[in-house]
């Protein structure tokens, strides 16, 4: 028997069935954009542990920061004993992310967390209950996060009951919702927000809009800056704060640091976790600092949000998309992407739309390009060709019909080339 065949038995006998796994892979090491498996064969990642190797596998540097902190302490909680790790990296966000304005910035541990935390402080600050969330639209498994989450099955269903005052609009979704017109899609959005305004939740309630810049679980959608603009601007007569969800599309995934600089998107309160710290767990709160100064001494915290080890390497990371070519990489990883799966357009017509930005591309299959009807068999077929020839993919979407690529931004050129063959046969097979 496999070393992988026997952990996958003793998995099946000791994990709970609802922790999903994509694919049999189980892994022994991995660098850069490749994974050896338990039985020694090698994976080529498109993954990226769903978005969090932006920066590759094990890379040296952080490593090398990761080993020097377990040498001098492993835990010590920020409550309780400062570290310079914690503060230094705080500082570094409240300079590097977008929006010339005063910041502070604490942390937490994952994504989930982030999203939790960003809602406590919007209803702080604000003294207001409700929060304006998109369809589509993934922010997390916790409580409150689960809560703004949009796609019930497999998400939501049994869990309720849910958050209070948590009120849906569309997303402009311009594929299905105005035939890839975006202009048309952002008023439809636009319009339904002050509908909702009039009949379903009056905005002197609405404590924040929470948003993702591009939608990462519900398919990669896109919007434009145009978009965010209105959003801004109808949000700041009725002063209700932006939160910005850049846990998936941040660290240099759409070609900048965070796709914010691209869209000129004006935020209160950022949000970023994944990619941050090349696989340790940790998420940051970054917003306007009188907006995170409002909260009680003793009201945001946690024992492990901002673990020194998870410190040490998100300042190394940083470091890394300061110093190398990570974000010049990116870019010309998601035109080598687009190009290709605008190739795979042109010749199997069960891709219906192609789309993102940088690095964060993905495209929609579908049963008829008339009818748009999603096709999740089809893209059920092809990670499943995928994973038999050892190329990690993973899908999206809310009928999971969406396959999208997340390997490391400095993917090799010549396992990026074998990966796109690898789904191209796929396709040709459906």
């Known amino acids: 028997m496999k070393l992988s065949d026997e952990l996958i038995k003793l998995r099946e006998k000791s994990i709970p069935k609802a922790v999903f796994q994509t694919s049999r892979c189980v892994i022994d090491h991995a660098k850069g954009s490749a994974i050896i498996d338990v039985d020694g064969n090698e994976w080529i990642?498109?993954?990226?542990?769903?978005?969090?190797v932006n920066a590759g596998h094990c890379p040296d540097k952080v490593v090398e920061a990761v080993k020097a902190q377990a040498d001098k302490f492993l835990h010590a909680c920020f409550h309780i004993s400062m570290y310079e790790g914690y503060i230094r990296l705080a500082d570094k966000l409240n300079r590097i992310t977008p929006g010339l304005f005063e910041k502070k910035t604490f942390f937490a541990n994952s994504g989930a967390e982030a999203v939790e935390n960003s809602i406590k402080i919007a209803r702080n600050y604000t003294r207001r209950p409700a929060i304006l969330c998109f369809e589509d639209a993934f922010h997390g498994r916790t409580l409150a996060a689960l809560s703004l989450t949009s796609k019930v099955m497999p998400y939501k269903t049994g869990f309720g009951p849910f958050l209070p005052e948590v009120y849906r609009v569309p997303f402009p979704y311009a594929y299905r919702m105005a035939d890839g017109n975006q202009e048309k899609a952002n008023r439809i959005v636009l319009d339904k927000i002050k509908t909702a305004f009039k009949n379903i939740v009056d905005p002197e309630n609405v404590a924040a809009i929470i948003f993702e810049p591009i939608l990462g679980e519900g398919g990669f959608i896109t919007a434009d800056a145009d978009f965010f603009?209105?959003?801004?601007?109808?949000?700041?007569?009725?002063s209700i704060l932006m939160i910005c969800d850049e846990i998936q599309t941040g660290f240099g995934r759409t070609g900048t640091l965070f796709v914010s600089e691209q869209l000129g998107i004006e935020y209160d309160i950022i949000l970023t976790a994944k990619s941050i710290a090349s696989g340790l767990p940790i998420s940051a709160i970054t917003g306007k600092a009188d907006i995170m100064d409002t909260p009680q001494v003793g009201g945001l915290g946690g024992t492990y949000g901002g673990n020194p080890l998870a410190c040490a390497a998100a300042l190394a990371t940083i470091e890394m998309f300061e110093k190398e070519d990570l974000l010049s990489n990116a870019k010309r990883t998601g035109k080598i992407i687009q190009e290709a799966f605008l190739q795979f357009k042109e010749k199997f017509t069960c891709i219906g739309d192609v789309r993102g930005l940088g690095a964060m591309m993905a495209f929609e299959l579908?049963?008829?390009?008339?009818?748009k009807e999603p096709a999740p068999d089809s893209a059920k077929l092809l990670m499943a060709h995928c994973h038999s020839k050892n190329l990690s993919i993973i899908t999206a979407g809310t009928f999971g019909n969406v396959i999208r690529i997340l390997s490391p931004l400095n993917i090799q050129k010549d396992k990026l080339a074998k990966g796109l063959a690898i789904m191209e046969e796929g396709l040709a097979q459906l």
């Open 366 to 371: 579908v049963k008829s390009r008339q009818t």
């Open 229 to 238: 603009r209105q959003l801004k601007e109808l949000a700041s007569q009725h």
């Open 45 to 52: 990642d498109f993954s990226g542990g769903i978005g969090v």
